[in-house]
Each structure stands twice: as C-alpha cells, then as structure tokens.
C-alpha cells in the first residue's frame, strides 16, 4: 500500500496558490482513477482507492503546510507502512521553474517548512517525494506572499500540464521504481 500526500493549505483562500500544487495534483490522480477524497481523518482529507493494482491512500492534510507532519505521521502509524518505500510527498519547490519536475528518494528540507516538519516527525529524511516547480520568488517579495500568491495565465498553463505529469510520475514511482522515474521525469520540459 501507498501513502500519496500532497501538500498545501486548507481553505478557498489558498486553492490554486503556489504553495497547494500538491494538493491540486492529488485532485488530478483523485479524478484519473476514481477515488474521492471526502473522509476526514488523521487532521487529513484522504480517500482509498486502487492505481494500477496498488492500493493507495491519497491525502491532503488539513493542518496547515507547517504542520503537515502531524498528519503524515498519524496516517503512516494507522496504515502501517514503510515511510522509506510506501509515502510518496507532492508538493511545491521555488528552486524550480514553474512546471518543472524533480523526483527525489530522500534529502533536506531545502528550506521549506511543510517538509521540515515531516522530517521532525517522521525523525528522517528518507520519503519518496514529487517536486513541483513554482518559480523563483522575485526580488524584493516576501517568501510567504509569494508562495501564497496564484500564478500568472502563462505559468498556470504549465503547471496543469505539470500536475499531469507529477500524477504520472507518481505512477511511476509504484510501478516503475524511482532510479527509473527519476530518470524520465527530472529532465527539464
């Protein structure tokens, strides 16, 4: 079984922001295969359902992205899965272009909060994850509004198309193995 947690902030206020690109990808395999994402449980909205013969929990915690650990850690300990192999974490990165893509088997939180607190609670640093570019904050910006800010028409247009390919590269991931995803998927588009 998998755990596939995209990342964001509750609330109308934050949907389609920099930071809720997880959250918008998990929509996108919520609707590709069929799961509802309507139980609210472990501070998450999740749903159980099947992706290519893997069951799979798909969630968004509820927590606020600070806090994301509280509920990644609930889930894991519930489901009882290997957080090392079975969770898969979506979610923003400013270091890439909007619409960029980078697969990651483990490493630092590269400053970003809702990461450091899964690794406070999960105690390391090993998780599959699925970056999500969302581009560099310009000069001058505060992080925080800029990762709360939606994105422009032309950025919007390429972070759909990389919602689909983070979705597909989440597949990967269960089927294909990680040196395999990462392969396809951290070449720039």
């Not at 359902?49 to 609930?74: D, Y």
């Not at 890439?96 to 105690?123: C, F, T």
């Not at 991931?173 to 995803?181: D, H």
Request: charged share 30%; aromatic share 8%.
């Amino acid at each position: 079984m998998y755990i596939i947690v995209g990342l964001g902030n509750p609330g109308s206020k934050y949907a389609h922001t920099r930071h809720n690109v997880g959250f918008d990808t998990i929509d996108v395999l919520a609707d590709r295969y069929g799961i509802d994402v309507d139980a609210k449980k472990f501070k998450a909205e999740y749903g159980k359902g099947m992706i290519e013969g893997q069951k799979v929990i798909l969630a968004k915690p509820q927590t606020f992205m600070n806090l994301s650990g509280e509920s990644v850690r609930e889930l894991i300990d519930f489901f009882k899965i290997d957080e090392t192999s079975e969770l898969i974490v979506i979610y923003d990165d400013i270091s890439l272009e909007p619409g960029q893509l980078r697969i990651r088997a483990k490493g630092s939180a590269g400053g970003h909060n809702g990461i450091k607190n899964i690794i406070s609670h999960l105690g390391g640093q090993e998780f599959l994850r699925v970056k999500v570019g969302v581009g560099e904050k310009p000069k001058g910006f505060d992080l925080a509004d800029y990762v709360l800010s939606r994105f422009s028409k032309e950025e919007r247009v390429l972070v759909e198309e990389a919602f689909d390919r983070a979705a597909k590269a989440v597949v990967s991931l269960m089927t294909e193995g990680t040196e395999a995803t990462m392969n396809e998927y951290n070449r720039k588009v």
